[in-house]
T-cell receptor
Framework: SQQGEEDPQALSIQEGENATMNCSYK?????LQWYRQNSGRGLVHLIL?????REKHSGRLRVTLDTSKKSSSLLITASRAADTASYFC??????????????FGTGTRLQVFP | DAGVIQSPRHEVTEMGQEVTLRCKPI?????LFWYRQTMMRGLELLIY????????DSGMPEDRFSAKMPNASFSTLKIQPSEPRDSAVYFC?????????????FGPGTRLTVT
């Protein structure tokens, strides 16, 4: 399976601390995406990083990609209680006959305490 | 734009009944995806459409599941007959262009409970 796996499965931190989540995948990719899901809601796209990029920033988010290790990390700096959510990585498999499919990882549940 | 719209938001039905979930994608989006999310299996892609045509239905669990997209602004996912193991949250998502390079926009989901 090409499904990504996030690590850790769950993370609890205090407001103001940084949160780091990792994602590993198994096949060659064109890009990797990160999504957030608040409880009881649909997923929301956060950031897309292409296979030829190593790092990307968006506000308090920093994403890195290491294609040699088939891994990515999502860093949320100065976390807030509103960041409490599940975070998923998602990839497409360029070697698949069907590159339109996006495969989601298992997710990291982040809890930020005030 | 109102985003992806799904209805109903909650559905409780008895085993054996037919269930129809509805989705309205974002106007102008040419891809539509149906996902199922459970604690045990995570987020699974069931089927997706490109320009109203089903492209890949390999994720549909069995013949009890069917999906249609009669036009660019409407899609349905039908389960007939429903079973308790179908209980899950079903999401519809849409995007412009091939998904591997474009973000997907998710609806709020339909929480289905089959008793």
């Amino acid at each position: 399976s090409q499904q990504g796996e996030e690590d850790p499965q769950a993370l609890s931190i205090q407001e103001g601390e940084n949160a780091t989540m990792n994602c590993s995948y198994k096949t060659s990719i064109n890009n990797l995406q990160w999504y957030r899901q608040n409880s009881g809601r649909g997923l929301v796209h956060l950031i897309l990083i292409r296979s030829n990029e190593r790092e990307k920033h968006s506000g308090r988010l920093r994403v890195t990609l290491d294609t040699s290790k088939k891994s990515s990390s999502l860093l949320i700096t100065a976390s807030r209680a509103a960041d409490t959510a599940s975070y998923f990585c998602a990839t497409g498999d360029i070697l698949s006959y069907n590159t339109d499919k996006l495969i989601f990882g298992t997710g990291t549940r982040l809890q930020v305490f005030p | 734009d109102a985003g992806v719209i799904q209805s109903p938001r909650h559905e409780v039905t008895e085993m054996g009944q037919e269930v129809t979930l509805r989705c309205k994608p974002i106007s102008g989006h040419d891809y539509l995806f149906w996902y199922r999310q459970t604690m045990m299996r995570g987020l699974e892609l069931l089927i997706y459409f490109n320009n109203n045509v089903p492209i890949d239905d390999s994720g549909m669990p069995e013949d009890r599941f069917s999906a249609k997209m009669p036009n660019a602004s409407f899609s349905t996912l039908k389960i007939q007959p429903s079973e308790p193991r179908d209980s899950a949250v079903y999401f519809c998502a849409s995007s412009i262009g091939g998904t591997a390079s474009h973000e997907q926009y998710f609806g709020p989901g339909t929480r289905l409970t089959v008793t």
